[in-house]
């Protein structure tokens, strides 16, 4: 009869914690900080959310969880630049970066229950990292520079560069991210908006040794002379459903 009423009153209590998988889709906007923050591009994000959460013993409206989980993003870098005096006269620089990331988030997320009886609807902010794993790297240059000789029957004098190869051997194959998260849920729907910011240099150290565009016709090479380094930051809006 004891270990009856033992088996009943564990049975009787509210789990201690809860386990949500949550499969997302969206838009990545990344940035590079060249002579200001340039917009880099927008593609696409995909992954799936693992959250656990501790559920209070009693009514509460607000409480913690932890996020991991993992997602991929194929994101880069393009800059096209030119300065066009005529339409034969021009210089023309363009830079075009490849990566791709296998993702790992860990994150701390504040839920916040703002109507006490509509338990359906809830609002979260999250702060924490993500860990980006390097899976691939590549980065494309061309740059045409046009000399105007004093001379006006003189030909003008063009330079040409150009180079492109898997850089991953220069790459960062870890970096983290901080990440600052706003959003909410409505029954399974999820929708959030992320910020993220490199904590590291980015820059792909000791190709500047090797690739055949000079530091200063490269779109990629200058900001690294100018800052010392190469940071990054990318914004998501992501939509996701719970299963789980």
Known sequence: MKKLLIILYLFSLPAVAQISVTPFAGINSTRALYYYWEKGGNYGVYGVEVEGRLRPRKFSSIHVSFVT????????????????????????????????????????????????????????????????FLLKSSLEEKAIEVNISSDLFAPPQTTSYEDGRNIAEFSRKYSVFSRFELGAKYKRIHFAYRFCFSLQDMHHAGLENVWQVPSGSSNYMTPMELNGKRNEKYSEFVLGFRVK
């Open 69 to 132: 989980g993992a997602s991929y993003l194929a994101n880069g870098y393009f800059r096209d630049s030119g300065l066009a005096f005529s339409t034969l006269i021009y210089d023309t620089h363009t830079s075009e970066l490849r990566t791709n990331y296998f993702q790992i988030p860990a994150e701390l997320k504040l839920n916040w229950q703002p109507f006490p009886l509509v338990e359906d609807w809830k609002i979260f902010f999250g702060a924490g990292i993500s860990n980006d």
